[in-house]
């Protein structure tokens, strides 16, 4: 991305933010989700998704903000020790500006969580994908809730594909991740010293084991998968073991039972002892309320795979793929591994949202971001 580009941004959200600018040119994006006490109807979640679908929604409220010349702001639920500015920043702006700088303004709402049958969802989409940067969306603030990545809307937009192919050079959603997830989000030092000190000197793989369970049915890899995700992971190590004549495995799960067994796993490789190591009791649940120390564990793995050298994830988590798709190490590649019913798991959840398109292919509308697009094809999506 251009550094002129950004510099001149960087003056347009700190003129924003400090005041200097004019009235009419304080405008801002909000990323925000506070909780819905009443949902508007039983399809709606009051919910505010995990840490990776959070920062894929900023990351499209960034976009957002950066078409629209508004300064972005990242308006985190829960208590200030548990805010995400205390484990990353951004070197170029402050997204972390409080309330007092924007809350008093005028401002309009597009929540992707209210609305029967996924409705909201629908109409932001619509919106995003239609809206003028100069004529629509008049007020002083807009609150984003979005709760997933909307890149494709906003890059579909005919009214914004001036700024983001030419102004910016942002032709697919892989570019809007790797290039702006760089600039909006580093760690800081604290965090950085920490992963600098647990890893050294070794090919580390990245290996993310997502159990997990949903209202409506489980869409982790679930307990029983196991057995098979290690036969799995022991080919990609013998795979890796060809090239790198030490290798270190990094565990991120949200199981603290999956964890002692997989540390139990006896994954030497030609006589080649693998070390393992993980966080202490796994992937905490972020939402409303999460604590300190559940963001400092959730940051600690979702930093940790995007810093290893190669990456096994679990599809359709977006926990290891989002982490991946930041682009730290300069790759994006990673392998997949798909529990054996995921088809059908995931038109249990998600079925009643496309109710309307009988023709909807899962396999390729949700495939493609975990083994195509970003990943690895054939034999290394590890089907």
Same mark, same amino acid.
């Given at each position: 991305m251009d550094s002129d580009w950004l510099s001149g941004y960087a003056k347009i959200h700190e003129g924003i933010v400090s005041g200097s600018f004019p009235a009419y040119r304080r405008r801002f994006a909000v990323w925000? $989700?506070? %909780? *819905?006490?009443?949902?508007?109807?039983? %399809?709606?979640?009051?919910?505010?998704?995990?840490?990776?679908?959070? *920062?894929?929604?900023?990351?499209?409220?960034? *976009?957002?903000?950066?078409?629209? %010349?508004?300064?972005?702001?990242?308006?985190?639920?829960?208590?200030?020790?548990?805010?995400?500015?205390?484990?990353?920043?951004?070197?170029?702006?402050?997204?972390?500006?409080?309330?007092?700088?924007?809350?008093?303004?005028?401002? /309009?709402?597009?929540?992707?969580?209210?609305?029967?049958?996924?409705?909201?969802?629908?109409?932001v989409r619509r919106e995003l994908k239609t809206f003028h940067w100069l004529n629509d969306h008049r007020a002083s603030v807009v609150k984003l809730t979005l709760l997933e990545g909307y890149f494709e809307d906003l890059l579909q937009n005919p009214n914004l594909a001036a700024a983001c192919f030419h102004g910016l050079n942002l032709k697919t959603s892989d570019d809007v991740v790797g290039q702006l997830g760089k600039i909006l989000f580093?760690?800081?030092?604290?965090? !950085?010293?920490f992963l600098a000190k647990s890893f050294r000197g070794t090919f580390r793989l990245g290996v993310q084991i997502r159990i997990g369970t949903f209202e409506g049915g489980e869409m982790g890899i679930g307990l029983p998968e196991l057995e098979r995700f290690r036969?799995?992971?022991?080919?990609?190590l013998v795979k890796l073991a060809r090239h790198h004549s030490s290798l270190s495995i990094v565990i991120a799960c949200d199981s603290p039972e999956a964890i002692a067994i997989a540390r139990s796993w006896d994954l030497?490789?030609?006589?080649?002892? /693998?070390e393992v190591s993980s966080s202490t009791y796994g992937i905490g649940s972020i939402d409303f309320a999460q604590s300190q120390e559940v963001m400092e564990k959730s940051l600690f793995d979702f930093w940790s795979l995007a810093t290893c050298d190669e990456v096994m994830i679990s599809v359709p988590s977006t926990f290891g793929l989002v982490a991946r798709s930041l682009n730290l190490t300069g790759s994006v590649e990673h392998f997949a591994f798909v529990r054996s019913d995921? !088809?059908?798991?995931?038109?249990?959840?998600?079925?009643?949202?496309?109710?309307?398109? !009988?023709? /909807?292919?899962?396999?390729?509308?949700?495939?493609?971001?975990?083994?195509?697009?970003?990943?690895?094809?054939?034999?290394? $999506?590890?089907?």
């Open positions: 925000t $989700c506070t %909780e *819905l006490v009443v949902p508007v109807s039983p %399809e709606s979640t009051p919910r505010c998704a995990g840490l990776a679908n959070r *920062l894929l929604g900023i990351l499209t409220a960034f *976009l957002y903000a950066i078409v629209t %010349e508004r300064a972005l702001i990242i308006d985190w639920p829960g208590d200030d020790a548990s805010h995400i500015r205390k484990f990353l920043h951004s070197p170029h702006f402050r997204w972390n500006a409080t309330k007092s700088t924007w809350s008093h303004l005028d401002s /309009i709402s597009l929540d992707t969580r209210l609305g029967p049958a996924r409705s909201g969802w629908h109409s580093h760690p800081h030092k604290s965090l !950085e010293n036969i799995k992971l022991l080919a990609v030497n490789v030609s006589d080649r002892k /693998i995921w !088809e059908a798991a995931l038109k249990n959840h998600y079925g009643a949202s496309f109710a309307a398109d !009988e023709h /909807i292919d899962f396999k390729r509308t949700f495939g493609r971001a975990f083994c195509s697009t970003v990943g690895w094809a054939g034999d290394l $999506c590890l089907q």
